[in-house]
């Protein structure tokens, strides 16, 4: 919220600079996004009055000028400017200046005569309109000399822009801000005047009817004002307007919307004439209810939307806006001020839901206090009467069912210091909670608290507790240590494992890339996924961003896939990714949320082939301390090519695929290029990966090495023969590495030849040739028995 420090200071007195109350202000717990002051650029420039003028001796367009700005010597300027005359007044940018845009003046000479600077006009101030400005700014003969003229033309004005949290509303009002600046300054504060009279001896009570029929709104009071003279508002208004980021309209709209920014409570004028029925009604509207609200919109209703209705007709929409139906016009004689109560989750919902978020709309959903309602109409009445805008009549219309009371909280003055670590006076705290309105007695050791209505949001000891300590000043409060018992911090198993498997990940060249877990329904027929498949049943979102982020993941394929092609179309020659994400998986029941499954997935496309990434995978195994690892051939995703894909198994349960991605989805996602993907489970990763460490000691007797190349069908598995490998070669079978995979002219057309080294050794005794080929014997007829296998 923008709060003009001008206006600030009708209701405190304030005599620090802007920027030093903005820090004032956030040390006692107000926000400040920004100090905005205009005319920071201008420096050194003042008024001064032209004593003489005289032709530049060798310069047919340029004049020297002598001017009075206040001092005891006549500065000199030299000037190419023609509009001025001797007498008049102007802008003066003195030795050492600065104007708009890093403009630096400096004196100088022109054409061989010293000029002490250069008179400015209202372009070079940076205060000109749109029209072009020829010429010096001439200022009013009364102006005094000598003056900066960021004060003489009102450029020094400061503008706060503060973030005012959903529980303090009371703070969406210059009023507001202007209680805190004087509880933050120790300085009393003003409340502005709304003492009037009514001029017209009509009452309101004798041609209007109100009927609430919704608890929705929780207070309603209209009062009447006739022979209205619509007219602009006067300039102090407009420009406190202007300055709080409103357009100013005419005197009427502007006062609604002046005492809004005043005092945090939005009203609303109808012209009279437009409540034809004589009754206004606070319902809901029909649902598929059509209604044209202020802005010219067409908005579609609906039965949770509270309106305010001309008897049947509707005229404005609760809390956020009014009707184009009933607005104010020039020719507008009598008018009504609507001011209210509306309940907040209400006004919020109905808000998002049509899309049209107000000033009004924005102050009603904090849930505003119902007791602020007579005082701003007081004060709307009040400025009717002191613009001679109009005459108010007689009587209030006042519908105000469950009337809201101030509460009362008992704390310990003795407790606060305990739990702030701090040594305040009970005295010290009064005076800091009565600056705050927070009305305070001291029994024995007790605060008796009188809690204002406009502050809802303090109920417990501990808000008490934040208020004495902000007003204190939160630098004020010294640093201790924590007390009592306390638990050492640290990451739990999971985060460990997955800082391995990032820094894996990382070092096995990868970059990590995030996606949205949101996707559109259309990735399911890109990733070629059959129409039964349960993957489609995704979890969708009730209010999505778009089509494109209507559904919950159910596979990370589709945000890989769209990663690569980003980088594929950006013409980059490869690209190595990795993702650490969820998908979502609904449940069968659906009073249950959906299963979050983390998955890791990895994705190349380049100078890489199926063995890199089997690789990277065999990797993290590894670190990760995983066994019973293994890959089995994957032909059923349709998303993956049949023959270059393989399924990942924990002893019998499954981790997760990887291989080539089928080429017609990398077709579908613009890339021409071979894609790998593999998606992991982390869930089931993590649960068998073990981290504990086991050394041994250096082997003292020797190994035993055998080579073999066996030939094989080209459909048998390279996990096949590694299996058989270790189970027959036993505790004797140290390690064994494939070195080689062959096929060619040497070797049928449908073979293939697979060569390993095999080391052998234990750990008691040299091995003897003769128990090495026993074991490699066995090895071989099992290979040759079960596979067909045939040593080359």
Same mark, same amino acid.
């Given at each position: 919220?923008?709060?003009?420090?001008?206006?600030?200071?009708?209701?405190?007195?304030?005599?620090?600079?802007?920027?030093?109350?903005?820090?004032?202000?956030?040390?006692?717990?107000?926000?400040?996004?920004?100090?905005?002051?205009?005319?920071?650029?201008?420096?050194?420039?003042?008024?001064?009055?032209?004593?003489?003028?005289?032709?530049?001796?060798?310069?047919?367009?340029?004049?020297?000028?002598?001017?009075?700005?206040?001092?005891?010597?006549?500065?000199?300027?030299?000037?190419?400017?023609?509009?001025?005359?001797?007498?008049?007044?102007?802008?003066?940018?003195?030795?050492?200046? #600065?104007?708009?845009?890093?403009?630096?003046?400096?004196?100088?000479?022109?054409?061989?005569?010293?000029?002490?600077?250069?008179?400015?006009?209202?372009?070079?101030?940076?205060?000109?309109?749109?029209?072009?400005?020829?010429?010096?700014?001439?200022?009013?003969?009364?102006?005094?000399?000598?003056?900066?003229?960021?004060?003489?033309?009102?450029?020094? #004005?400061?503008?706060?822009?503060?973030?005012?949290?959903?529980?303090?509303?009371?703070?969406?009002?210059?009023?507001?801000?202007?209680?805190?600046? !004087?509880?933050?300054?120790?300085?009393?504060?003003?409340?502005?005047?709304?003492?009037?009279?009514?001029?017209?001896?009509?009452?309101?009570?004798?041609?209007?009817?109100?009927?609430?029929?919704?608890?929705?709104?929780?207070?309603?009071?209209?009062?009447?004002?006739?022979?209205?003279?619509?007219?602009?508002?006067?300039?102090?208004?407009?420009?406190?307007?202007?300055?709080?980021?409103?357009?100013?309209?005419?005197?009427?709209?502007?006062?609604?919307?002046?005492?809004?920014?005043?005092?945090?409570?939005?009203?609303?004028?109808?012209?009279?004439?437009?409540?034809?029925?004589?009754?206004?009604?606070?319902?809901?509207?029909?649902?598929?209810?059509?209604?044209?609200?202020?802005?010219?919109?067409?908005?579609?209703?609906?039965?949770?939307?509270?309106?305010?209705?001309?008897?049947?007709?509707?005229?404005?929409?609760?809390?956020?806006?009014?009707?184009?139906?009933?607005?104010?016009?020039?020719?507008?004689?009598?008018?009504?001020?609507?001011? +209210?109560?509306?309940?907040?989750?209400? @006004?919020?919902?109905?808000?998002?839901?049509?899309?049209?978020?107000?000033? !009004?709309?924005?102050?009603?959903?904090?849930?505003?206090?119902?007791?602020?309602?007579?005082?701003?109409?007081?004060?709307?009445?009040?400025?009717?009467?002191?613009?001679? +805008?109009?005459?108010?009549?007689?009587?209030?219309?006042?519908?105000?069912?469950?009337?809201?009371?101030?509460?009362?909280?008992?704390?310990?003055?003795?407790?606060?210091?305990?739990?702030?670590?701090?040594?305040?006076?009970?005295?010290?705290?009064?005076?800091?909670?009565?600056?705050?309105?927070?009305?305070?007695?001291?029994?024995?050791?007790?605060?008796?608290?009188?809690?204002?209505?406009?502050?809802?949001?303090?109920?417990?000891?501990?808000?008490?507790?934040?208020?004495?300590?902000?007003?204190?000043?939160?630098?004020?409060?010294?640093?201790?240590?924590?007390?009592?018992?306390?638990?050492?911090?640290?990451?739990?198993?999971?985060?460990?494992?997955?800082?391995?498997?990032? #820094?894996?990940?990382?070092?096995?060249?990868?970059?990590?890339?995030?996606?949205?877990?949101?996707?559109?329904?259309?990735?399911?027929?890109?990733?070629?996924?059959?129409?039964?498949?349960?993957?489609?049943?995704?979890?969708?979102?009730?209010?999505?961003?778009?089509?494109?982020?209507?559904?919950?993941?159910?596979?990370?394929?589709?945000?890989?896939?769209?990663?690569? *092609?980003?980088?594929?179309?950006?013409?980059?020659?490869?690209?190595?990714?990795?993702?650490?994400?969820?998908?979502?998986?609904?449940?069968?029941?659906?009073?249950?949320?959906?299963?979050?499954?983390?998955? *890791?997935?990895?994705?190349?496309?380049?100078?890489?082939?199926?063995?890199?990434?089997?690789?990277?995978?065999?990797?993290?195994?590894?670190?990760?301390? @995983?066994?019973?690892?293994?890959?089995?051939?994957?032909?059923?995703?349709?998303?993956?090519?049949?023959?270059?894909? !393989?399924?990942?198994?924990?002893?019998?349960?499954?981790?997760?695929?990887?291989?080539?991605?089928?080429?017609?989805?990398?077709?579908?996602?613009?890339?021409?290029?071979?894609?790998?993907?593999?998606?992991?489970?982390?869930?089931?990763?993590?649960?068998?990966?073990?981290?504990?460490?086991?050394?041994?000691?250096?082997?003292?007797?020797?190994?035993?090495?055998?080579?073999?190349?066996?030939?094989?069908?080209?459909?048998?598995?390279?996990?096949?023969?590694?299996?058989?490998?270790?189970?027959?070669?036993?505790?004797?079978?140290?390690?064994?590495?494939?070195?080689?995979?062959?096929?060619?002219?040497?070797?049928?057309?449908?073979?293939?030849?697979?060569?390993?080294?095999?080391?052998?050794?234990?750990?008691?005794?040299?091995?003897?040739?003769?128990?090495?080929?026993?074991?490699?014997?066995?090895?071989?007829? #099992?290979?040759?028995?079960?596979?067909?296998?045939?040593?080359?």
């Amino acid at each position: 919220m923008k709060v003009p420090v001008k206006w600030l200071k009708d209701y405190v007195n304030i005599d620090i600079a802007p920027k030093e109350l903005g820090d004032k202000l956030t040390l006692s717990g107000s926000k400040v996004e920004e100090v905005i002051t205009s005319g920071d650029e201008i420096q050194n420039v003042v008024t001064g009055k032209l004593m003489k003028i005289e032709p530049h001796p060798d310069a047919e367009k340029l004049v020297i000028c002598q001017l009075n700005v206040g001092s005891e010597e006549l500065i000199q300027i030299v000037t190419g400017a023609n509009n001025m005359k001797e007498g008049d007044i102007v802008p003066v940018a003195l030795h050492g200046s #600065s104007l708009p845009g890093g403009v630096k003046i400096k004196k100088g000479k022109l054409r061989g005569i010293v000029s002490n600077g250069m008179m400015c006009s209202e372009e070079e101030l940076g205060i000109a309109g749109d029209e072009p400005v020829h010429g010096l700014m001439i200022l009013p003969q009364d102006t005094p000399l000598g003056k900066d003229i960021k004060e003489v033309l009102g450029l020094d #004005s400061a503008v706060i822009d503060f973030e005012i949290t959903s529980n303090r509303p009371d703070c969406l009002s210059v009023v507001g801000m202007a209680r805190e600046t !004087a509880a933050t300054l120790g300085v009393p504060y003003r409340v502005p005047e709304s003492v009037f009279t009514p001029l017209s001896k009509d009452n309101i009570k004798e041609s209007l009817k109100i009927e609430v029929r919704d608890n929705l709104c929780r207070r309603y009071m209209a009062r009447g004002v006739k022979n209205i003279t619509i007219a602009p508002s006067p300039a102090w208004m407009q420009e406190k307007l202007m300055d709080a980021g409103v357009r100013p309209i005419n005197n009427i709209v502007d006062i609604t919307n002046f005492v809004m920014l005043e005092l945090g409570q939005p009203m609303h004028a109808f012209d009279s004439r437009e409540i034809t029925s004589s009754t206004i009604v606070v319902e809901r509207a029909k649902d598929g209810e059509k209604f044209i609200t202020l802005d010219e919109i067409e908005r579609t209703l609906d039965s949770n939307v509270l309106n305010i209705k001309d008897g049947e007709r509707t005229v404005g929409l609760a809390g956020i806006m009014g009707g184009l139906n009933s607005e104010v016009k020039e020719d507008t004689k009598a008018v009504i001020f609507e001011v +209210a109560n509306f309940d907040g989750t209400n @006004i919020r919902i109905s808000s998002k839901r049509l899309g049209l978020r107000t000033e !009004a709309s924005s102050r009603f959903e904090k849930d505003l206090d119902p007791n602020l309602v007579e005082l701003a109409m007081d004060r709307a009445c009040y400025l009717v009467q002191q613009l001679g +805008a109009g005459e108010v009549m007689e009587g209030t219309i006042d519908i105000y069912n469950e009337k809201i009371e101030s509460h009362t909280l008992e704390v310990d003055y003795k407790w606060i210091n305990r739990f702030l670590g701090t040594e305040i006076s009970a005295n010290d705290m009064k005076e800091y909670l009565d600056r705050l309105e927070l009305i305070t007695e001291i029994q024995e050791n007790m605060l008796i608290i009188t809690v204002p209505t406009f502050r809802s949001d303090i109920n417990i000891k501990e808000d008490v507790a934040e208020e004495v300590a902000r007003i204190y000043g939160y630098d004020n409060i010294p640093i201790t240590l924590l007390s009592g018992s306390s638990t050492r911090g640290g990451k739990n198993k999971k985060q460990h494992l997955e800082d391995k498997l990032v #820094s894996a990940l990382i070092g096995n060249g990868l970059n990590q890339s995030i996606s949205y877990s949101f996707v559109s329904p259309k990735v399911f027929d890109k990733i070629l996924l059959p129409k039964d498949s349960t993957l489609r049943n995704a979890v969708v979102i009730r209010n999505p961003l778009g089509e494109d982020y209507s559904i919950m993941r159910t596979t990370s394929l589709p945000s890989m896939m769209e990663a690569l *092609a980003r980088n594929y179309s950006r013409n980059n020659e490869e690209a190595r990714l990795f993702e650490i994400g969820k998908v979502y998986i609904p449940s069968n029941d659906s009073s249950k949320l959906p299963e979050e499954r983390n998955i *890791a997935t990895i994705g190349m496309y380049g100078n890489v082939d199926y063995l890199d990434l089997k690789g990277i995978v065999e990797n993290i195994i590894d670190i990760l301390g @995983i066994n019973n690892v293994s890959f089995q051939r994957e032909s059923s995703n349709v998303s993956y090519h049949p023959g270059k894909t !393989a399924a990942l198994y924990i002893r019998k349960e499954l981790v997760g695929i990887l291989g080539e991605v089928h080429p017609d989805v990398s077709d579908n996602y613009g890339i021409d290029s071979r894609c790998f993907v593999a998606e992991i489970n982390l869930d089931v990763l993590f649960n068998a990966a073990n981290l504990d460490k086991k050394y041994s000691s250096l082997p003292k007797f020797p190994a035993v090495t055998r080579d073999m190349a066996i030939i094989v069908d080209e459909n048998v598995l390279v996990q096949q023969i590694q299996d058989i490998i270790k189970k027959q070669g036993g505790s004797m079978l140290e390690s064994f590495k494939l070195f080689d995979v062959y096929k060619g002219s040497q070797i049928p057309a449908d073979k293939k030849s697979i060569a390993y080294s095999l080391v052998y050794r234990l750990e008691h005794k040299t091995l003897t040739d003769e128990e090495v080929n026993k074991v490699h014997e066995k090895i071989l007829r #099992s290979l040759e028995y079960q596979l067909g296998a045939q040593l080359r």
